[in-house]
């Protein structure tokens, strides 16, 4: 193979007190501090380039790996500008080459010390550092242990440009293609792989696949076929120039030679790297090789073609003809993989998950959220939002200017499926969910094809829907996720895979959380300046002032969760608040409690076990006494549904063994606060009481007196109000509706 030969005998021997550049001077002192493992042997300057020669005493084994030598003569090449890491050669003559960590063939063999970004680390580059680093690589290279076993390949070709590949073409037959500049500021540094008809320069074009190779010194640009061909062969030993000349010297194509005035050859080169001899190959590297001339000027100006009567006649390949050829420039040009689904998983250290999951939500968290799990390979969508994207949702959404007056949902699948380069990666439905479109055929069949349905409509309405009002074919699980009023609070309500726990019963357990933890009694709470009204044609056009930092933060911390708590199959509540002050999070976490459901007068009631045995262990304090209390919980009138999931105990009750008084001290305070932390979403459902042992549960006839004056007194609201009876092992609920 041909080599790149530094002649330093040639260059003007010097002492080493003439050294004039900064940083020799300062190893010449670094290496005089440990004179007994660095030897300064000489100094050179070539131009406004000086050289400083040492001797390193090596740390090797017995039985190195790889060829090195307990002394080891070294140069090292200093340039006026510190603009980089100084270059090292290793002196010896027949130091191996093309091993892991050196760059291109060269005599002497140029050492790859570090891989360090020298801008980087320039502040604090010192000449003792380097002199102990470049004596490591001598070290661990005897040793074998320079490049870790799990350490990636080193690259075969570093170049200047690249082509931007899918990794569906590198990974099928590529056999007609050319290239295209990426867009209109790539310049000659980026460009696509396209067809050849979409291709702006014609191409003869081959794809071709190296033997595999180990691999070793990394190889820098070059600017003529020759090293490659002297480097690679393909096919089982066909060279470079072989597979070249068999397009040169067709027939059929120099007949036709002025056709190809404008055409010139691009290879597609597959290079299969090993880790060793005895190993097979890891990796491809793969690149583009383009000969620049065009194909006819390329066999005419070598002497290859000859001018005819019939176009042009194909000579014999002479020694000149060959040189000429391997000597004219080429462009060369990397593979970068395009930005996909798949690659962006890897990027991001993540698992790529290729599930459909439908979002519900297409707003600022929506939309942020979507856009950072598409960008680590998370899930494809369908994403389901009828809303308009209007100026001022863009100081929170992910969509910009151009999309103004565009459907949130189309937008944003829009733009995700351009990002990833893959059409059909999101799907839009551009309806609202309510109870008329919760049966449309398009939405249905969204539903059940999903792994999950993720609601970020921030709406209780669209909740309740999944929650009750979906066909009960549709076994996929939901998942809620909401901002507080302020921004500030990220919650996820989550439903199991069998969902038992429903999103309904979740949102009951996150008020009772809200209101028994201290800390976020401000969380719902909505301040009076906090509000904007966008339009002027409604009173009911408001937003809610909220910093985009905020929504930001939270929709960072809901895209590294959902995931998660996709894949763990297990209902929960979660909650995270940010704290204004430090920016950092506190999270809250709560395992939901079984429900018990009754059927009482055309009223589904669900009951909170926990509430249940609450009531029970409240009972036996008491006894042989009655004790009750009042019910807290939410009515949903339209589904007849009553939820009970707390009560609140008056200190002046009166507890009797054949009757119970409940107390008013503190329970109107209690409950208005309760109201206040949970911004109303709770209201009195009724009252509890007990009876002792040996008595049923059926209602005696002051505790029908006590339901009539209830329900009474509640009939101008229009509400149900519940009585619950707990005896030692049953309870009786009770609902009484005015007439």
């Not at 050492?111 to 690589?137: D, G, M, P």
């Not at 690249?162 to 569906?168: G, Y």
């Not at 291709?199 to 010194?217: E, F, M, N, W």
Request: charged share 25%; with cysteine; glycine share 4%.
């Amino acid at each position: 193979m041909d080599e790149i030969k530094i002649d330093f005998a040639s260059y003007e021997r010097i002492e080493i007190s003439d050294l004039r550049i900064p940083r020799a001077k300062e190893f010449v002192r670094a290496a005089g501090y440990d004179s007994g493992i660095y030897i300064v042997t000489g100094a050179k300057r070539h131009g406004n380039t000086e050289y400083l020669f040492l001797t390193i005493a090596v740390d090797k084994p017995q039985y190195p790996e790889i060829d090195i030598r307990e002394y080891e003569d070294i140069a090292i090449v200093f340039e006026e500008k510190e603009t980089d890491f100084p270059v090292v050669h290793a002196m010896r003559p027949d130091f191996p080459q093309g091993i892991p960590h050196t760059n291109i063939r060269m005599r002497p063999v140029w050492l790859c010390i570090t891989e360090e970004s020298f801008a980087e680390v320039k502040h604090r580059f010192t000449a003792s550092r380097f002199l102990y680093q470049i004596r490591e690589w001598f070290n661990l290279t005897a040793k074998g242990k320079l490049h870790k076993d799990d350490q990636e390949l080193e690259p075969f070709l570093v170049t200047s440009g690249a082509v931007v590949v899918s990794k569906e073409n590198l990974q099928t037959e590529v056999t007609s293609f050319g290239l295209k500049p990426y867009n209109d500021y790539s310049g000659k540094h980026l460009f696509k792989l396209v067809s050849d008809k979409e291709a702006k320069t014609k191409y003869v074009s081959l794809r071709i696949v190296a033997d595999p190779i180990v691999h070793g010194d990394i190889n820098w640009d070059f600017s003529s076929l020759s090293y490659l061909d002297s480097s690679l062969t393909f096919n089982n030993g066909c060279s470079l120039f072989s597979l070249l000349s068999n397009i040169l010297c067709n027939q059929n194509i120099a007949s036709d030679g002025d056709s190809y005035s404008d055409v010139t050859i691009l290879f597609l080169c597959d290079i299969p790297l090993k880790r060793s001899n005895a190993s097979i190959a890891e990796r491809v590297d793969t690149f583009f090789v383009n000969t620049v001339e065009t194909l006819r000027d390329l066999a005419l100006k070598s002497g290859l073609w000859s001018k005819s009567n019939s176009g042009y006649i194909v000579n014999h390949i002479t020694p000149a003809i060959k040189k000429y050829i391997l000597e004219r420039p080429i462009q060369l040009l990397s593979c970068m993989e395009d930005f996909s689904h798949s690659f962006a998983a890897q990027c991001n250290g993540a698992t790529e998950d290729t599930c459909l999951h439908t979002l519900i939500g297409a707003g600022a968290l929506g939309s942020q959220v979507l856009n950072l799990l598409c960008r680590t390979g998370f899930g494809k969508w369908i994403v389901i939002d009828d809303d308009t994207l209007y100026p001022h949702n863009l100081a929170r959404h992910e969509l910009n200017r151009a999309c103004i007056g565009f459907n949130k949902a189309l937008g944003v699948a829009f733009d995700m499926n351009n990002l990833l380069g893959d059409n059909s990666l999101c799907k839009p439905i551009c309806k609202q969910i309510s109870e008329e479109t919760v049966s449309d055929a398009e939405i249905l069949e969204a539903f059940v094809n999903s792994k999950a349905i993720i609601d970020i409509s921030t709406s209780i309405a669209v909740e309740r829907i999944l929650a009750s009002d979906v066909d009960n074919k549709v076994k996929t699980r939901r998942i809620s996720a909401f901002l507080s009023p302020s921004g500030k609070s990220l919650i996820i309500l989550a439903e199991d895979a069998a969902r038992v726990h429903k999103l309904d019963l979740l949102e009951m357990e996150y008020y009772r959380m809200i209101n028994e933890t201290p800390e976020l009694h401000n969380h719902l709470i909505v301040k009076k300046d906090s509000k904007i009204r966008y339009r002027r044609n409604s009173c009911r056009e408001l937003s809610v002032k909220i910093n985009n930092a905020d929504v930001a933060q939270c929709a960072a911390i809901a895209a590294k969760a959902l995931p998660s708590i996709i894949h763990s199959q297990e209902a929960s509540i979660s909650l995270w608040q940010i704290d204004d002050e430090s920016c950092t999070t506190q999270f809250y976490h709560k395992a939901p409690s079984s429900w018990t459901r009754f059927s009482t007068n055309g009223y589904s009631v669900y009951v909170c076990d926990r509430l249940i045995s609450e009531i029970q262990n409240e009972r036996s304090k008491y006894l042989p006494n009655e004790t009750g209390g009042v019910l807290i919980g939410s009515i949903d009138i339209l589904r007849k549904i009553i939820y009970i999931f707390d009560s609140i105990y008056a200190e002046n009750s009166v507890n009797e063994r054949e009757y119970f008084i409940r107390g008013d001290k503190t329970v109107l305070k209690q409950y208005e606060e309760y109201r206040d932390v949970t911004d109303g979403q709770i209201c009195y459902v009724g009252e509890w009481h007990s009876h002792p042992d040996g008595c049923p549960t059926t209602p005696s006839s002051l505790d029908i007196k006590l339901l009539v004056h209830l329900t009474e007194h509640l009939a101008p609201d229009g509400l149900p109000v519940v009585m619950i009876i707990t005896g030692k092992k049953k309870l009786t609920v009770i609902c009484g509706i005015a007439q």
